[in-house]
């Protein structure tokens, strides 16, 4: 069965039941229909969060299709509720571009789903279209602005850097001239439009403490410069608390629930090539106050995601993970070790030996943050046992436990070895998570420090453009801010043809975004684009309704 005939047998139970779990009043809950309710920012408990387990989960390099990454983290999370760990999986919502494009959904797959799947993967509670709408609200009072007379404050048009926002994927959108047709239309300028979940505004829901927490970093939002080269804030524009209205509802975390019926809360959802890719910080905390032990993921490999988490999220909000998950896939192995794309579902056991070298790093990459670490293989139906072992004989070599879960096939039942090697990885470790670096190192520094350590670069290269950009940024007075990288996620470089474990190569910033509320800048490496495109066939063409309001195609 596809995963959405999988969703389809199951049969959910009210939402009020999953929040029991959680000891949740059902007077704290905002229900959204039978199956999905909003929570309170009242339930984050800071004693309790200091007493309760945060397991990362992340990812190899991964193939295009991705490895199972959230697959993986909902079947972990019902393999510790099978072992008797009270447990909640906290992850990010799905972006439309994905859903119609070529990823899909993001909702797990198989026995290891959250539900409800079709709710989830399109518009579910708003959360994303609330991000839109608050963006877009800010870019409306800047033209606004420009065309005023009375209450001007001298924009120049030439050095406005905050874009629109769309939620779906649409290349025609990236480089576009607005306020045409007359004066009536406003000032003609270059403006483009950025995926809603690349927005700052996306970025700062996630980052964010509380209601004033938010209104602070909206108002810190970038906009530009005035013609006699002063900055210009979204505060400027009084924007930070009508922006902040049409968030009242998104900040609030949401609570839906396992194929197998146990608490999961999903909220927020930027990208992790492009953005910061994890979670909010209150869905991360409000787990952590409700559950014991908290599983959640961050996109694409341990130099993407998972250094974000680390170094913006948990330094940005106090949070420190116990362990890691790094899950990987025999497919992914040999597509590192030079097997074609194609051939991958054909046994090749010298492929996966040669294709170690890539989740040799990512390993090595759990240590530089102090962290215990437990292989995840996430097993297909074509993995052979010989490819299976040569990866765990790998792992055990560099003092590691590799897994083989399940979860697809299996749900929870298919993690409960994986579950016990995270339990007993965070019982044995003596270590604390440290940082990669300290905020208040050079900008400079901090993208050195990334791309040596993590990536395995040799040096840094800044386009005349990108040292242009610097200068800025040092005037702005945001040398303290931390640093979210864009780069592809297929390569451990910047160049997605370099796969494997790359070396001897420099890492090249071609430009850098300032994104202050945030308190975030964002090196774009690459052809790094903030703006996806549709692929030649796009999973929308495959998706339909029938009269009865079933879906059919998600995946």
């Known amino acids: 069965m596809t995963d959405l005939e999988i969703a389809r047998t199951i049969k959910l139970k009210p939402i009020q039941d999953i929040a029991d779990q959680l000891n949740i009043s059902h007077d704290d809950l905002n229900l959204y229909g039978k199956y999905k309710a909003k929570l309170p920012l009242t339930l984050i408990n800071e004693e309790k969060i200091k007493k309760s387990n945060l397991i990362l989960v992340t990812a190899t390099s991964p193939t295009p299709a991705g490895e199972g990454k959230t697959t993986v983290s909902i079947g972990l999370s019902q393999g510790l509720n099978r072992i008797g760990k009270k447990t909640c999986v906290v992850l990010r919502e799905p972006s439309l571009g994905p859903v119609f494009g070529i990823k899909g959904g993001a909702t797990g797959g198989g026995y290891s789903q959250v539900l409800p799947m079709e709710d989830i993967n399109l518009h579910f509670t708003g959360d994303i279209a609330a991000v839109e709408k608050a963006h877009n609200l800010l870019a409306a009072l800047?033209?606004?602005?420009?065309?005023?007379?009375?209450?001007?404050?001298?924009?120049?048009?030439?050095?406005?850097?905050?874009?629109?926002?769309?939620?779906?994927?649409?290349?025609?959108?990236?480089?576009?001239?607005?306020?045409?047709?007359?004066?009536?239309?406003?000032?003609?300028?270059?403006?483009?439009?950025d995926i809603a979940v690349a927005s700052e505004v996306m970025a700062i829901l996630c980052l964010s403490n509380n209601i004033e927490d938010l209104k602070k970093r909206l108002g810190n939002i970038f906009v530009g410069y005035t013609m006699d080269q002063k900055p210009v804030f979204a505060r400027d524009l009084n924007a930070q608390g009508a922006m902040a209205a049409l968030l009242k509802d998104a900040i609030q975390p949401n609570l839906v629930q396992t194929l197998e019926g146990y608490p999961a809360i999903i909220h927020g959802g930027p990208f992790a090539n492009i953005a910061q890719g994890t979670n909010t910080v209150i869905a991360t905390k409000t787990g952590l106050s409700l559950a014991d032990w908290v599983v959640t993921e961050a996109g694409f490999g341990s130099d993407l995601g998972a250094e974000k988490f680390m170094d913006i999220k948990c330094q940005s909000s106090g949070l420190a993970p116990r362990a890691i998950c790094i899950v990987t896939t025999i497919r992914a192995l040999k597509y590192h070790g030079g097997g074609d794309l194609k051939n991958l579902k054909e046994p090749n056991p010298e492929a996966v030996r040669k294709g170690l070298v890539n989740l040799e790093k990512h390993l090595e990459n759990t240590k530089l943050f102090g962290l215990p670490a437990v292989v995840a293989i996430n097993k297909f139906v074509t993995d052979t046992d010989e490819e299976i072992a040569i990866v765990q004989k790998r792992c055990e070599e560099m003092g590691f436990k590799a897994v083989v879960a399940e979860v697809w096939a299996k749900g929870g039942e298919g993690s409960e070895q994986l579950a016990h090697a995270v339990v007993e990885a965070v019982a044995s470790s003596t270590e604390k998570f440290k940082p990669l670096y300290s905020w208040s190192s050079s900008i400079e520094d901090k993208i050195k420090t990334i791309c040596t350590k993590i990536y395995g670069a040799d040096d840094v290269e800044y386009s005349p453009q990108a040292k242009l950009h610097l200068r800025r940024i040092s005037k702005l007075g945001l040398d303290g801010a931390a640093v979210c990288m864009a780069k592809t996620q297929k390569s451990l470089s910047d160049n997605p043809d370099l796969i494997g474990r790359p070396t001897g190569f420099n890492i090249t910033v071609r430009e850098i975004e300032i994104a202050a509320g945030a308190n975030f800048v964002v090196p774009i490496t690459g052809e790094m684009m903030r703006m996806p495109g549709l692929p030649d066939t796009p999973a929308a063409e495959f998706i339909d309704i029938d009269n009865d309001g079933n879906i059919s195609g998600l995946f």
Do not use: A, Y
Not at 163 to 188: A, F, H
């Open 142 to 193: 800047i033209d606004n602005n420009l065309q005023s007379k009375k209450r001007s404050l001298n924009l120049d048009p030439r050095q406005i850097f905050f874009k629109r926002v769309m939620d779906m994927n649409d290349r025609s959108l990236r480089l576009i001239t607005i306020g045409l047709g007359g004066t009536g239309n406003g000032i003609p300028r270059e403006t483009g439009f």
